[in-house]
C-alpha cells in the first residue's frame, strides 16, 4: 500500500538580509495509512516549517512531497488550496478560527469547502463537535470559548471530510490532561479504524503513548 505521505530530500530557505538562511535540510520522510508520528524537537528546530509544508500551506526550496499519491508542484503554488481541502485535516496551534462563527458554523464550513452544505453539512458538524465533547458548546462563539474548547473545535474542523492525513501542531497544548487524554484516543481509533495517518507535532510525553514512531527534529535535520 502506498503512503499517505511522502517528502524527499526536503528544503527550506528563506531570505534574510540578501542572505539565503536554511532552515530544512534535507528531510525524507514518509507516513503509512493508520500510522501515527510524534515529531519533537526544540524551539527553532525547523518543526513549524516542516508542517506546514507537509500540510501545503508553504512549497519546499527543493525536494519533493507527495500527499495521498498526488505529488506537490512547487511551481504550482495555486494547487495548494484544493490538495489541502481534499486530503489534508490541519489542527493550528493558534485554532484559527472564525471568530464571528459560532462552534458549529466553524465546522460545518469546512464540511462546506468539500462539498457538502444545508443539513447534512449541520449533522456531522454536530457529530464531530459531540466526539471532541462540546455539543453543548455549539452556538457559541469563539470569544465565549475557553482555549482548550477552542482547540476542540479546531480538531473536529480538522476532521471534518476524513482527510486521510492530519497534522496537528501541539493539539493537546491547551487541553488538560483527561481532555488532553480523550482527544488523544480519539486521534488514534481514527488512525486505526479508518486508515488515517497522523503527524503530531507536540512536546508532551503522552502523545508517546499513541505514536507508532517518535523523530525528533534539530537544526532542519531528522533523527530516529
Not at 484544493?82 to 472564525?98: D, K, M, P, T, Y
Request: glycine share 10%; hydrophobic share 40%.
Amino acid at each position: 500500500m502506498r503512503p499517505i505521505l511522502e517528502a524527499h530530500e526536503v528544503t527550506k530557505s528563506f531570505q534574510e538580509g540578501g542572505e539565503a538562511i536554511p532552515v530544512l535540510r534535507g528531510i525524507s520522510l514518509s507516513l503509512e495509512p493508520s500510522e501515527i508520528v510524534a515529531l519533537e524537537g526544540p524551539s527553532g528546530s525547523g518543526k513549524t516549517t516542516l508542517l506546514t509544508i507537509l500540510g501545503c500551506l508553504l512549497t519546499p526550496t527543493s525536494g519533493r512531497v507527495v500527499v495521498a499519491g498526488r505529488e506537490v508542484d512547487s511551481g504550482r503554488p495555486e494547487q495548494l488550496p484544493e490538495i489541502r481541502r481534499a486530503s489534508i485535516g490541519f489542527v493550528f496551534q493558534q485554532f484559527n478560527l472564525f471568530p464571528a462563527l459560532t462552534a458549529a458554523e466553524n465546522v460545518e464550513y469546512a464540511w462546506n469547502l468539500r462539498g457538502i452544505r444545508d443539513q447534512r453539512a449541520k449533522a456531522r458538524a454536530m457529530q464531530l463537535l459531540e466526539a471532541v465533547g462540546l455539543s453543548d458548546r455549539r452556538d457559541a462563539l469563539p470569544r465565549d470559548l475557553s482555549g482548550g474548547q477552542k482547540q476542540r473545535v479546531a480538531i473536529a474542523r480538522a476532521l471534518a471530510g476524513s482527510p486521510p492525513l492530519i497534522l496537528a501542531d501541539e493539539p493537546t497544548a491547551n487541553l488538560d490532561s483527561q481532555v488532553g487524554g480523550q482527544i488523544l484516543e480519539l486521534f488514534r481509533s481514527l488512525a486505526k479504524a479508518e486508515g488515517r495517518a497522523l503527524l503530531i507535532v507536540t512536546h508532551d510525553p503522552k502523545v508517546r503513548g499513541i505514536a507508532d514512531r517518535v523523530i525528533q527534529i534539530r537544526d532542519g535535520l531528522l533523527f530516529g
